[in-house]
T-cell receptor
Framework: EDQVTQSPEALRLQEGESSSLNCSYT??????LFWYRQDPGKGPEFLFT???AGEEKEKERLKATLTKKESFLHITAPKPEDSATYLC?????????FGKGTRLSVIA | DAGVIQSPRHEVTEMGQEVTLRCKPI?????LFWYRQTMMRGLELLIY????????DSGMPEDRFSAKMPNASFSTLKIQPSEPRDSAVYFC????????????????FGAGTRLSVL
């Protein structure tokens, strides 16, 4: 049973077309929720950590939000360079449990 | 800082051969993680170390896999004998684990080793 589910699996956007990626989780005792970006042939790159429901964090065109059951990564007016796989992960103890990711393609 | 360094970047080997993957964590970090990434299963934790001591190896698929961390600046993941189903990208990550604030222990990943077992 997956503890972390990301949707959609893949998303194709036109440049400037805003959208959201979803990460839902079923674990209890969440200590933190992490968002990473992964480019082809590279390791995941840290974006955000959220600790409690209602928390929001922003970085350039990205904004991450957290509720008690899910997190959203909102992408505002995306550019082609935002194309990547976005991974979310939950932390209960030291290890992270990752979702399978959303592959985002932004077309110029 | 140079970040987490993994070698080799690519490894092609034949079934039955021994494979050794190497990782140098970020200086000063005290936790190290080995992950495997495949299209089917995503990113899976294999084993992690705190202060060079293996804490949880429940993700290691079978006895053919072993990992060591002889000192704070080096770790290896060994597969012997290798099989075609071991083909994947293997990542090493490190973090600075501080007591009482586990959620702030951000993991930083290396570029990975792409392993192909023929």
């Amino acid at each position: 049973e997956d503890q972390v589910t990301q949707s959609p699996e893949a998303l194709r956007l036109q440049e400037g077309e805003s959208s959201s990626l979803n990460c839902s989780y079923t674990v209890s005792g969440l200590r933190g929720l992490f968002w990473y970006r992964q480019d082809p042939g590279k390791g995941p790159e840290f974006l955000f950590t959220l600790y409690s429901a209602g928390e929001e964090k922003e970085k350039e065109r990205l904004k991450a939000t957290l509720t008690k059951k899910e997190s959203f990564l909102h992408i505002t007016a995306p550019k082609p360079e935002d194309s990547a796989t976005y991974l979310c992960a939950v932390q209960i103890n030291t290890p992270l449990v990752f979702g399978k990711g959303t592959r985002l393609s932004v077309i110029a | 800082d140079a970040g987490v360094i993994q070698s080799p970047r690519h490894e092609v080997t034949e079934m039955g051969q021994e494979v050794t993957l190497r990782c140098k964590p970020i200086s000063g970090h005290n936790s190290l993680f080995w992950y495997r990434q495949t299209m089917m299963r995503g990113l899976e934790l294999l084993i992690y170390f705190n202060n060079n001591v293996p804490i949880d190896d429940s993700g290691m698929p079978e006895d053919r896999f072993s990992a060591k961390m002889p000192n704070a600046s080096f770790s290896t993941l060994k597969i012997q004998p290798s099989e075609p189903r071991d083909s994947a990208v293997y990542f090493c990550a490190s973090s600075l684990r501080t007591s009482g604030e586990l959620a702030k222990n951000i993991q930083y990943f290396g570029a990975g080793t792409r392993l192909s077992v023929l």
